[in-house]
């Protein structure tokens, strides 16, 4: 399909950057939902933590969320998207990747960037339920996770009608040494902080299989993935694990209406995670490239407080319904 990069819309004037349509709704955007959470048990015994938020008219139709890196089914991304959704008649269900529930995991390993199979296994849940239709949709490493499902999947399951990926790091290893850089020192401080404290953790209820020791010397995802990530879920080096989880390499393989957002100012994004080539090459596939926005941004000021990329996706969703 078509890559479009003339999309109307333009971020208020006093946000005038990417890092500032980035942090704006991260600090300040405020939604309140009444989740419903469920506990469901993997494959492997450990446990995955569903927040649910149901539509008040009972629906036949239901939405997969998948959050970013070290997010959560409270982040005001997926809280703007969920009350959105509910309010147009889709149940919604935001499931927290392991570890990021508010309750360690059970297991040594955790979550990564390509980590499919949990996702699968949520899929596989709701699926047996009454629902017509299910949608899925992914923010940031939760959107890498989504395309990479849906490119890995040869045989997906009939509910699923359609996809959307909003601020995907397609390409792991760009994202990974940009945010290495002095300019995005603030996230990769971020990130890092919440990842240690996760380590620690984990490392104090099972010290014989994880160590944190040296943890602090760490300082960008290069050395985290090297010391954990890859060896936790069987890589021989962070090169390998970034270059097998990458959405970017299996976007040839989506076979249902795909819509990818990654706005042009996207502070976490390189060249590599805009994928016009493989979009152009695969009909399935609508890349849009807005000028403004950041990274899971999109803020629009209005009276229902509903962001531009709320109101886009909901109308993908209406048009593959």
């Not at 240690?196 to 104090?204: L, P, T």
């Not at 962070?238 to 097998?244: F, G, L, Q, R």
Request: aromatic share 12%.
């Amino acid at each position: 399909m078509p890559v479009n990069k003339n999309i109307a819309y333009k971020s208020p004037f006093y946000l005038f950057t990417g890092d500032l349509q980035t942090i704006f709704p991260a600090l300040f955007r405020k939604v309140s939902i009444s989740y419903k959470r469920e506990r469901i048990t993997t494959p492997d015994k450990d446990f995955l933590d569903l927040d649910w938020a149901i539509s008040p008219t009972g629906s036949k139709k239901l939405v997969v969320i998948s959050h970013g890196l070290e997010g959560d089914s409270n982040a005001p991304y997926a809280l703007g998207m969920a009350r959105a959704l509910m309010d147009n008649d889709f149940d919604v269900l935001v499931w927290n990747f392991r570890g990021c529930s508010g309750e360690i995991n059970r297991l040594c390993k955790f979550y990564h960037s390509g980590e499919t199979e949990d996702l699968n296994t949520v899929i596989s849940y709701v699926s047996k339920m009454e629902y017509e239709s299910i949608y899925l949709i992914g923010f940031s490493i939760g959107g890498n996770i989504t395309l990479k499902y849906l490119g890995e999947k040869r045989v997906l399951h009939p509910k699923i009608k359609a996809a959307v990926a909003l601020s995907v790091p397609c390409h792991l290893e760009s994202t990974a040494k940009h945010l290495a850089t002095f300019r995005a020192k603030i996230y990769m401080h971020r990130f890092l902080k919440s990842l240690r404290n996760k380590i620690k953790e984990k490392a104090a209820l099972m010290p014989n299989q994880l160590s944190a020791e040296g943890i602090e010397k760490i300082k960008d995802f290069y050395m985290f993935d090297t010391r954990y990530t890859a060896p936790l879920n069987g890589y021989s080096s962070a090169k390998e694990y970034w270059s097998k989880n990458s959405s970017i390499f299996y976007l040839e393989n989506i076979t249902m209406p795909t819509l990818i957002i990654n706005a042009q100012n996207d502070p976490f994004l390189r060249l590599q995670s805009y994928p016009t080539r493989e979009a152009e090459k695969n009909k399935n596939i609508l890349l849009e490239i807005p000028e403004q926005g950041g990274h899971c941004g999109f803020y629009e000021s209005n009276a229902k407080d509903l962001y531009w990329s709320e109101k886009r996706v909901l109308l993908f969703l209406k048009e593959n319904n």
